[in-house]
């Protein structure tokens, strides 16, 4: 089979998958923008709370 | 075999360890039903999305990818992002701030205090309809453990049966919403091991990706190999409607009332992608290569698609005990689903039900609240097990019609009552009765059903019509609150709502 034939379906199923962790890390960076450290604290760099939140 | 009964055993095991951790200091019905809020991100996505993917998921997708070919993907398509947009933004972060700061730990009780309805006639209907539609819905995962224990185990059916219902109503009993979050955790851990381990071994058995494709095109041309396959356009867009029932299954969005914090929406939403990500597409390389390497479903046992799995695990992952663990997997997405919904039906009955209306205006004491809960759990089991032997069929036809008419009902209410300022507490009665109503009228019209398979959508779109225009007729009731109470959430507020529980 040709291989130009398969990149409908590669697309198709492996696109998906990799525009839904796109969209997944995307929605991560817009979130973790809202969660900026307070004056004067120092960021976090980890947990639940991500980038600078406070607990 | 032994080792296979060894890998089982293991994870009995863990499940006991699990629910002696978490069994200790539940002192409140917000501590048994709700875990006191103090599940984390990780806790909560996983549990999540280990309870929506029950075993009929994970295998039968694996299964409908065998039969259709490429065009599977639609139902997993849209459910996916559909419930991580309600996780992250549509329903989680407004649901947990509300419900925390109104001491809400069930979804009756949030509709109940959304609306300043002292009648408790939300309460009442949501948690009747809880009650049944769960009822069916563990019924439907035990109907799934019997197939597995006698066609694929060959293990006799009845204690088998009865020891997986009396494990999973053991832990939910004592360790309450905490032992079902974690016990979920683990279960969920296996399902994606199996969905990662099995889907990519057969892939590479079938040849990779253009060996898959040349394969399904000799075997069924595009109907197989086609995005848009045999089932046309019509099907497409009717899976891509069965996402709807994230919106309104009870045993999913009440995670979303029972984490720390929402800020943990953040991380929680992107971990629970991933793992839809995992189960649905790995359910899809499977079939697909499944189909390609056995052909025809009469080479499978009992000509059966959902076969897939067990036979691919049998054939192709090496060592016994492995394969148990793979086994072991699939009777853990079962329980991790049973565990929540039954934790759903002791809510409504031993909250809602019991200590709010029967018992309305008097003082009952936590422990006698949390002891009611615990067996209204052991009852579940009890009916569970007997409906087993008696309802299986009916029971699949049931869990089914709970997904999408349940979900089509209760979905549209909850989205309007936490974005929509306007409803009243008569919209919100007229979309879950009407969305109700709808499905059921739906499902027994076969001239309607040839229209459209499934009910997902008519009893979604029609309780959204009736809940707004009943709205629209009636009259809000005053609470100042409101507007503060349910507004989104900055991700930088500290909303521990710890306070007030």
Redesign the interface.
Known sequence: MNETTVWPQWLFLFGTALLYVAIGVIGLWITGRGSGAQPGERPRTSGPGGRGGRR | MNQILLAFGLYFVAIAGITAWTMRGIRSTSEFLLGGRTV??VGTAISAAASARSASAMIGQAGLAFMMG?QA?WII?AA??LE?LAM?FLMGPKLRRFSGRRSAITIPEYLEARFADSRNLLRVVCALAFIVFMIAYIVSQYVGMSFTITQVLGWPLVPSVVLAAVVTGAYTMLGGYRAVVYTDVMQGCMMVLSMLVVPVLAWQSAGG??GI??GL?ELGGADL?G?IGSGGYPFAIGMLFAGLGAFGNPHIIVRYMGI??T??F??A??IN??FN?VIG?GG??LG?AGRVIYQDVSKLPLANSEMIFFEVTRAMVPFDFLVGVMWAGVFAAMMSSADSMMLVVSSSVGRDLYEKVIRKGQAVSDQVLVALNRWVVLAVVLVSLVLTFFLEKSALMIALFAWGGLGGALGPVLLLSLWWRRMTKWGALAGLLGGMAMAVTWRFTPGLRAVLVYEALPAFLFSLLAAWVVSLATQPSADPALEEDLRYP???D?E?GMERI
């Open positions: 984390g991100a490429f993907i398509f996916t992002l991580y992250l990706l253009s494709v040349s095109h190999s995005v720390r914090s800020r943990d953040r991380v939403a992107f992608l991933l990500i597409w899809m390389m697909l900055k991700w930088s500290a521990l």
